[in-house]
């Protein structure tokens, strides 16, 4: 029922977490709660979040309120090499998860990675929690523009930087999208926007799966990441949704 980087709203009291892992057995998962200054990691059942969604005390979010906004076209270099330096940081302590959510293990991950990349301890921490409340992209990373820049717009490439949010497990670098993976977004989207009134990123993601890869491992998904980023490459749909009409679709799986 649910994804990793998945946000969950609660009513009463307000509110919101974010799924940052989900265990391979579908047992358990851990979130993050947004929009506080000290959250931390917390372990709860996968079960428990689905039935605080089917009972309605909760609900999924089509749209992630907390995710970073798109950087401008040409961000400063000075800009992308800090993005850069904090990528390579968070990097090495994805690849240590689930370890890395449990307090203890994460402080002396914490004090390794500080001494190894010459930074303070407070400031991996505060990469870790702007990796988490952000959406777990490396955008999340870059600092902040205010009110510049937009979704939809074309993306720089930062050089020998993967993009998309590591991969939970530490034996598998991720996916390269292709041209055949690009062309599956392109027929999804088109899919997902002529038989629905309003366009939802995280909804559309979630159908494509069903869709076109059923059955597949989860090292062989591609991330929502990738799926937004080529979103931005090609154009979110507008209202007619005519810029998609003409895509070359292949097939869902049956």
């Known amino acids: 029922m649910f994804l990793p980087n998945d946000v969950i709203q609660y009513g009463d009291p307000v509110r919101t977490i974010r799924v940052l892992w989900i265990a391979p057995d579908g047992a358990l998962a851990y979130t993050f709660e947004l929009g506080l200054a000290h959250s931390q990691p917390r372990t709860v059942a996968l079960q428990a979040l689905a039935d605080d969604v089917l009972a309605r005390r909760a609900r999924l979010l089509p749209d992630d309120p907390f995710a970073a906004p798109a950087p401008p076209p040409l961000p400063p270099q000075k800009h992308r090499d800090l993005q850069a330096k904090a990528w390579a940081i968070i990097q090495s302590l994805q690849a240590q998860v689930p370890a890395l959510y449990q307090p203890r293990e994460r402080a002396a991950m914490v004090a390794q990675c500080a001494h190894a990349h010459g930074v303070s301890r407070p400031s991996v921490l505060r990469y870790l929690r702007r990796f988490w409340e952000r959406g777990q992209t490396i955008d999340a990373l870059?600092?902040?523009?205010?009110?510049?820049?937009?979704?939809?717009?074309?993306?720089?490439?930062?050089?020998?930087?993967?993009r998309g949010r590591p991969r939970k497990s530490g034996d598998h670098p991720g996916l390269n999208t292709d041209a055949a993976m690009r062309a599956t977004f392109r027929a999804a989207v088109a899919r997902y926007a002529a038989t629905h009134p309003e366009f939802s990123r995280r909804a559309a993601y979630r159908q494509m799966l069903q869709d076109y890869y059923r059955g597949c491992l989860p090292a062989d998904l591609p991330s929502f990441g990738q799926f937004s980023y080529w979103l931005d490459k090609d154009g979110e749909p507008a209202a007619g949704r005519r810029r998609y009409a003409g895509a070359v679709q292949p097939s869902p799986l049956p």
């Open 142 to 162: 870059l600092p902040d523009y205010g009110n510049s820049g937009a979704r939809g717009k074309t993306r720089e490439s930062n050089a020998g930087v993967k």
